[in-house]
């Protein structure tokens, strides 16, 4: 018998060895990231030719989008009082539908009606119980914006003011009496 190990138990032993220690990823911060600090994040950079194409998509889409927009505020109308009323189906529907328009009016050109989207789910995110009156003021603000062909920023920011008064003042009656 000899006393070295074969070959295959110098493998075997490795094997083992190396089963029982945890993988380690070493990650190498960038120039950038060295100079500027970890929090530095790298700008992503496109090809123009594909810009251009997402541009020119979005072009084409936004023409469709505002009748879907419209359709989406439709459907919103018929949600207000069960959504107000319980945390059910219908709240979660309200809730995902002018998510959807907070983040898809802004790209196709229609700012105005995200900011007013963007507030009715902030709302909506901070309250559980939830006043009907504020959420069909939110969407008729978002049905004004939408069907008039020439929306006037200033008074869509001043709306945009009242409702987040509205919603304060909620807040201020519901401490005082609750």
């Not at 994040?41 to 194409?53: E, G, H, S």
């Not at 995110?125 to 049905?143: C, G, P, Q, Y």
């Amino acid at each position: 018998m000899s006393d070295s190990l074969s070959e295959d138990d110098n493998e075997a032993g490795a094997k083992r060895a190396t089963d029982s220690l945890p993988a380690r990823f070493v990650r190498i911060p960038s120039i950038a990231e060295r100079k500027l600090g970890r929090d530095y994040t790298a700008p992503i950079r496109l090809d123009p030719r594909v810009l251009d194409q997402m541009q020119k998509t979005i072009k084409t889409l936004a023409a469709t989008y505002k009748e879907t927009l419209v359709g989406q505020i439709a459907s919103l109308l018929p949600l207000i009082e069960a959504g107000s009323a319980d945390a059910g189906e219908a709240r979660s529907r309200l809730y995902s539908i002018a998510h959807d328009v907070r983040g898809l009016a802004g790209t196709f050109g229609l700012a105005i009606v995200g900011n007013f989207a963007r507030s009715l789910c902030g709302y909506m995110e901070k309250h559980t119980d939830l006043d009907s009156m504020i959420i069909r003021f939110h969407i008729e603000a978002m049905r004004d914006a939408v069907t008039d062909p020439a929306p006037d920023s200033n008074l869509a920011d001043e709306t945009l003011r009242s409702l987040e008064r509205l919603i304060d003042a909620a807040d201020i009656d519901a401490r005082s009496f609750g």
